[in-house]
Antibody, heavy 122, light 113 residues
Framework: QVQLQQSGPGLVKPSQTLSLTCVIS??????????WNWIRQSPSRGFEWLGR?????????DYAVSVKSRITIVPDTSKNQFSLYLNSVTPEDTAVYYC????????????WGPGTLVTVSS | DVVMTQSPLSLPVTLGQPASISCRSSQSLIHSDGNTYLTWFQQRPGQSPRRLIYKVSNRDSGVPDRFSGSGSGTDFTLTISRVEAEDVGVYYCMQGTHWPMYTFGQGTKLEIK
């Protein structure tokens, strides 16, 4: 049974970098059939997929156009985790951030992490 | 991006009665591989989303059989045959056909009358 656990600060100052980590149990970040995603939810924008990483002989990354210039997802095989970095944040980046697995062949999210509320404020 | 439109946005239901939620996509969700990647999630207050249905009609393990999904192309429906108190929450549809730009509906809030 795959489980995801998130960690990271809940408060980030404007213009700084938001960083969150998702630790995986029950699967590996270097799985050659799953993908590992970051998604956020806010009252104003609903759910917004941010990006993903997956390993298929080499590491691959896809990012949403809306954040492409500011986002980096970094896998760490030694700790079986993946991290989100979002730079130059503004109050509009305030949201609950979730990590989620895309199971093989499903094109969906299952399971989700517990979520982290990140507030961007000085 | 593919726009997902749900209706209604608010759904008051009497316990034991059926409920249906509609989800329409701005483009066909039939993938070139023949699959239709339409998912339904339930989000209870204060919780992360829980997947109920994937690929239109496949129910996840542990999901009560009163939940069912149907539809094709651009029109999809989540049906609850007899609503129970634990079904209160917000329901979302999501498309994964036009990945990696996954997109979600606005959500339908189910409450007990």
């Amino acid at each position: 049974q795959v489980q995801l656990q998130q960690s990271g600060p809940g408060l980030v100052k404007p213009s700084q970098t938001l960083s969150l980590t998702c630790v995986i149990s029950g699967d590996t970040v270097s799985s050659n059939s799953a993908a590992w995603n970051w998604i956020r939810q806010s009252p104003s924008r609903g759910f917004e997929w941010l990006g993903r990483t997956y390993y298929r002989s080499t590491w691959n990354f896809d990012y949403a156009v809306s954040v492409k210039s500011r986002i980096t997802i970094v896998p760490d095989t030694s700790k079986n985790q993946f991290s989100l970095y979002l730079n130059s944040v503004t109050p509009e980046d305030t949201a609950v951030y979730y990590c989620a697995r895309d199971p093989p062949g499903d094109q969906t999210f299952y399971p989700w992490g517990p979520g982290t509320l990140v507030t961007v404020s000085s | 991006d593919v726009v997902m439109t749900q209706s209604p946005l608010s759904l008051p239901v009497t316990l034991g009665q059926p409920a249906s939620i509609s989800c329409r996509s701005s483009q066909s969700l039939i993938h070139s591989d023949g699959n239709t990647y339409l998912t339904w999630f339930q989000q209870r207050p204060g919780q992360s989303p829980r997947r109920l249905i994937y690929k239109v009609s496949n129910r996840d393990s542990g999901v009560p059989d009163r939940f069912s999904g149907s539809g094709s192309g651009t029109d999809f429906t989540l049906t609850i045959s007899r609503v129970e108190a634990e079904d209160v929450g917000v329901y979302y549809c999501m498309q994964g056909t036009h990945w990696p730009m996954y997109t979600f509906g606005q959500g339908t809030k189910l409450e007990i009358k």
